[in-house]
């Protein structure tokens, strides 16, 4: 089935290159959403560097293809005489931007290892950077579809016991196609469990302090016509309690051997009341956001901490059509902004990747990449 995420009705991606200049690299500009669509257009690795480090693109695998069209421009800037070393120094800045996604590093390493080694022919290796910047999009998009047909069978599963009556999702941040180049991964089961005829709702955590949900997962939603209503973060427990829930799935930043799952700062919470209240928490994710060099999630995974004005301000619409920020607290307070949190793998039900379903644990996942034992 053929199936892609459209925009007033128009298929877009979150990143491509530019039709009438291939050198040019066009994303979505995710800061403005959702009160307007624009599309940017990036020239410059420095460009890519602020597009992912401010958020213009966002999301674990939406950042990666970024960083490796990034690496693209950067092959393009690079010099004949000393071009290695200026790919090598446009990778450490491109990793340096965000910390806790490990779909970053692997695509900016993806592109290491096809353009450094023994020296040819430079323009050939543009070329190369651009065709494999353009695998390394449209692998994160069939990923994210395959994904999206695996979930697809655990909401069907749970439409079944409830004799056709709406299944009822919880997600938190934003884990749809804006996260990615296409699809997304949490919702890509939703979306295809809709395509199909299965009645689908979601609850929507508007997921402070950037709200992501509030702004990307609800305008996501409502383009695909998908039934959903924001709640606030905290409003998750309680409808748990009532049996307002039968599933959480979330998306993931990087999820260790062992299946301990970085997401979105509050997700954690989420799976503890999930576990309390006997709701089955799912983690969808492509195979690039496994970081198998890591066991132990809560010790291990780089946790990024980012401004607190983030905490301390929120911006949105006025009545007067007018995007405005406007600080919530005393003028002197201060504030911490960490971005994630891990969610150890014992309160997960099971990964959803583009291979399969499997157990949050390091047997479950070697049962789908047997081939990553030894990179323990
Ligand atoms: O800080 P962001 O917006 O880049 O957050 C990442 C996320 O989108 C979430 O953590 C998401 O649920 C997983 S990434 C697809």
């Not at 997921?207 to 992501?212: E, L, S």
């Not at 583009?354 to 390091?362: I, K, L, M, Q």
Request: charged residues 25%; hydrophobic residues 40%.
């Amino acid at each position: 089935m053929s199936r892609f995420m459209n925009v007033n009705g128009k298929h877009y991606r979150t990143i491509w290159l530019k039709e009438e200049d291939k050198r040019v690299v066009q994303i979505i500009n995710q800061l403005v959403l959702p009160h307007k669509f624009e599309i940017l257009d990036l020239h410059r690795v420095e460009d890519v560097r602020r597009a992912i480090k401010d958020m213009y693109v966002r999301g674990a695998g939406l950042i990666g293809a970024a960083a490796a069209y990034g690496m693209y421009l950067a092959a393009l800037e690079a010099s004949d005489s000393a071009f290695e070393r200026d790919l090598l120094a446009s990778a450490q800045i491109l990793k340096a931007t965000r910390p806790t996604a490990s779909n970053l590093a692997w695509a900016v390493d993806a592109m290491l290892a096809k353009l450094t080694g023994p020296s040819g022919d430079m323009e050939q290796k543009r070329v190369e950077a651009r065709s494999l910047a353009g695998e390394i999009a449209d692998q994160d998009a069939e990923y994210c579809r395959n994904i999206g047909l695996h979930g697809a069978e655990i909401i069907a599963g749970i439409a079944e016991k409830k004799k056709g009556e709406t299944v009822n999702i919880l997600t938190h941040c934003n884990a749809g196609w804006l996260a990615f180049v296409d699809y997304g991964s949490a919702l890509s089961p939703v979306y295809t469990a809709f395509d199909r005829g299965i009645k689908v709702h979601v609850w929507v955590d508007e997921t402070r302090p950037r709200n992501q949900g509030a702004s990307l997962t609800a305008w996501e939603l409502a383009q695909h016509g998908v039934s959903h209503d924001l709640i606030p973060d905290n409003a998750g427990g309680h409808l748990m309690q009532h049996g307002m829930v039968d599933m959480v799935i979330t998306g993931a930043d990087r999820v260790t051997r062992c299946g301990d799952a970085a997401n979105k700062i509050g997700t954690y919470l989420k799976a503890v009341a999930a576990k309390e209240n006997g709701v089955p928490f799912y983690v969808a994710l492509p195979s690039s956001t496994f970081d198998f060099t890591m066991r132990d999630g809560l010790r291990e995974i780089p946790i990024e901490e980012r401004d607190a004005a983030e905490v301390r301000y929120v911006s949105g619409k006025t009545s007067g059509g007018i995007i405005e920020t406007v600080q919530i607290c005393p003028d002197a307070t201060p504030a911490r902004n960490w971005g994630f949190d891990v969610t150890p793998g014992r309160y997960i039900r099971a990964l959803i990747s583009e291979r399969g379903v499997c157990e949050a644990s390091e047997r479950g996942i070697l049962s789908l990449y047997p081939e990553r034992a030894a990179n323990g």
